[in-house]
C-alpha cells in the first residue's frame, strides 16, 4: 500500500531522505543502488536522466570510485570527479553526460567562495539527486 502511494507520486514532486545507518551497514552501496534504480526508472518511462551529485571529504574520493565500480554493473553508471586543480575542465555537457559527479565539500565550499554562485557551473544545474556523505 506504502509503495503504491509512493510510485502515484508525480515526479516532479521533491522528496528529501535520510539514510543514518551504522558505519559499515552499506550506505554507499544503497546509494549507488538508488542511482542505478532511478536511471531505469526514468529510462523506461522514456524520461531523460538527470545526474547525482556525491559530495564527501576528499578522503573518500577512491572509496566512492571504487564502490562504484565493484558494485554497479559495467558501464551501467557513468561517474567523473569534480575536484582538485582540473575540476573547472568539465563543462555542463560533460557533467550531464554522466550519472554521477564525485566532489568533495572543500571544492564546493572553494567555488562557492570564490564564484558568484549564478555563474558557478556546479550550482547551475538542477540535480537529480544530491548526497551528502558523512555530513556534519
Not at 35 to 45: D, E, P, W
Not at 50 to 79: D, M, V, Y
Not at 90 to 106: A, E, G, R, V
Request: proline share 2%; with cysteine.
Amino acid at each position: 500500500m506504502v509503495f503504491s502511494s509512493f510510485n502515484s507520486l508525480s515526479t516532479n514532486t521533491a522528496l528529501g531522505g535520510l539514510l543514518a545507518d551504522d558505519m559499515g551497514l552499506g550506505k554507499t552501496i544503497q546509494a549507488i543502488a538508488l542511482i542505478g534504480t532511478s536511471k531505469v526508472q526514468l529510462i523506461t518511462n522514456l524520461q531523460s536522466f538527470i545526474s547525482t551529485i556525491i559530495i564527501f571529504p576528499p578522503r573518500l574520493i577512491t572509496n566512492w570510485q571504487s564502490e562504484i565500480s565493484k558494485h554497479a554493473q559495467a558501464g551501467a553508471l557513468q561517474a567523473k570527479i569534480y575536484h582538485g586543480p582540473n575540476h573547472h575542465s568539465l563543462s555542463k555537457d560533460n557533467i550531464l553526460q554522466c550519472d554521477i559527479i564525485i566532489t568533495s565539500y572543500n571544492t564546493i565550499t572553494q567555488e562557492f567562495k570564490q564564484t558568484n554562485t549564478s555563474t558557478s557551473l556546479i550550482f547551475k544545474i538542477n540535480w537529480h539527486c544530491i548526497i551528502l556523505d558523512e555530513a556534519q
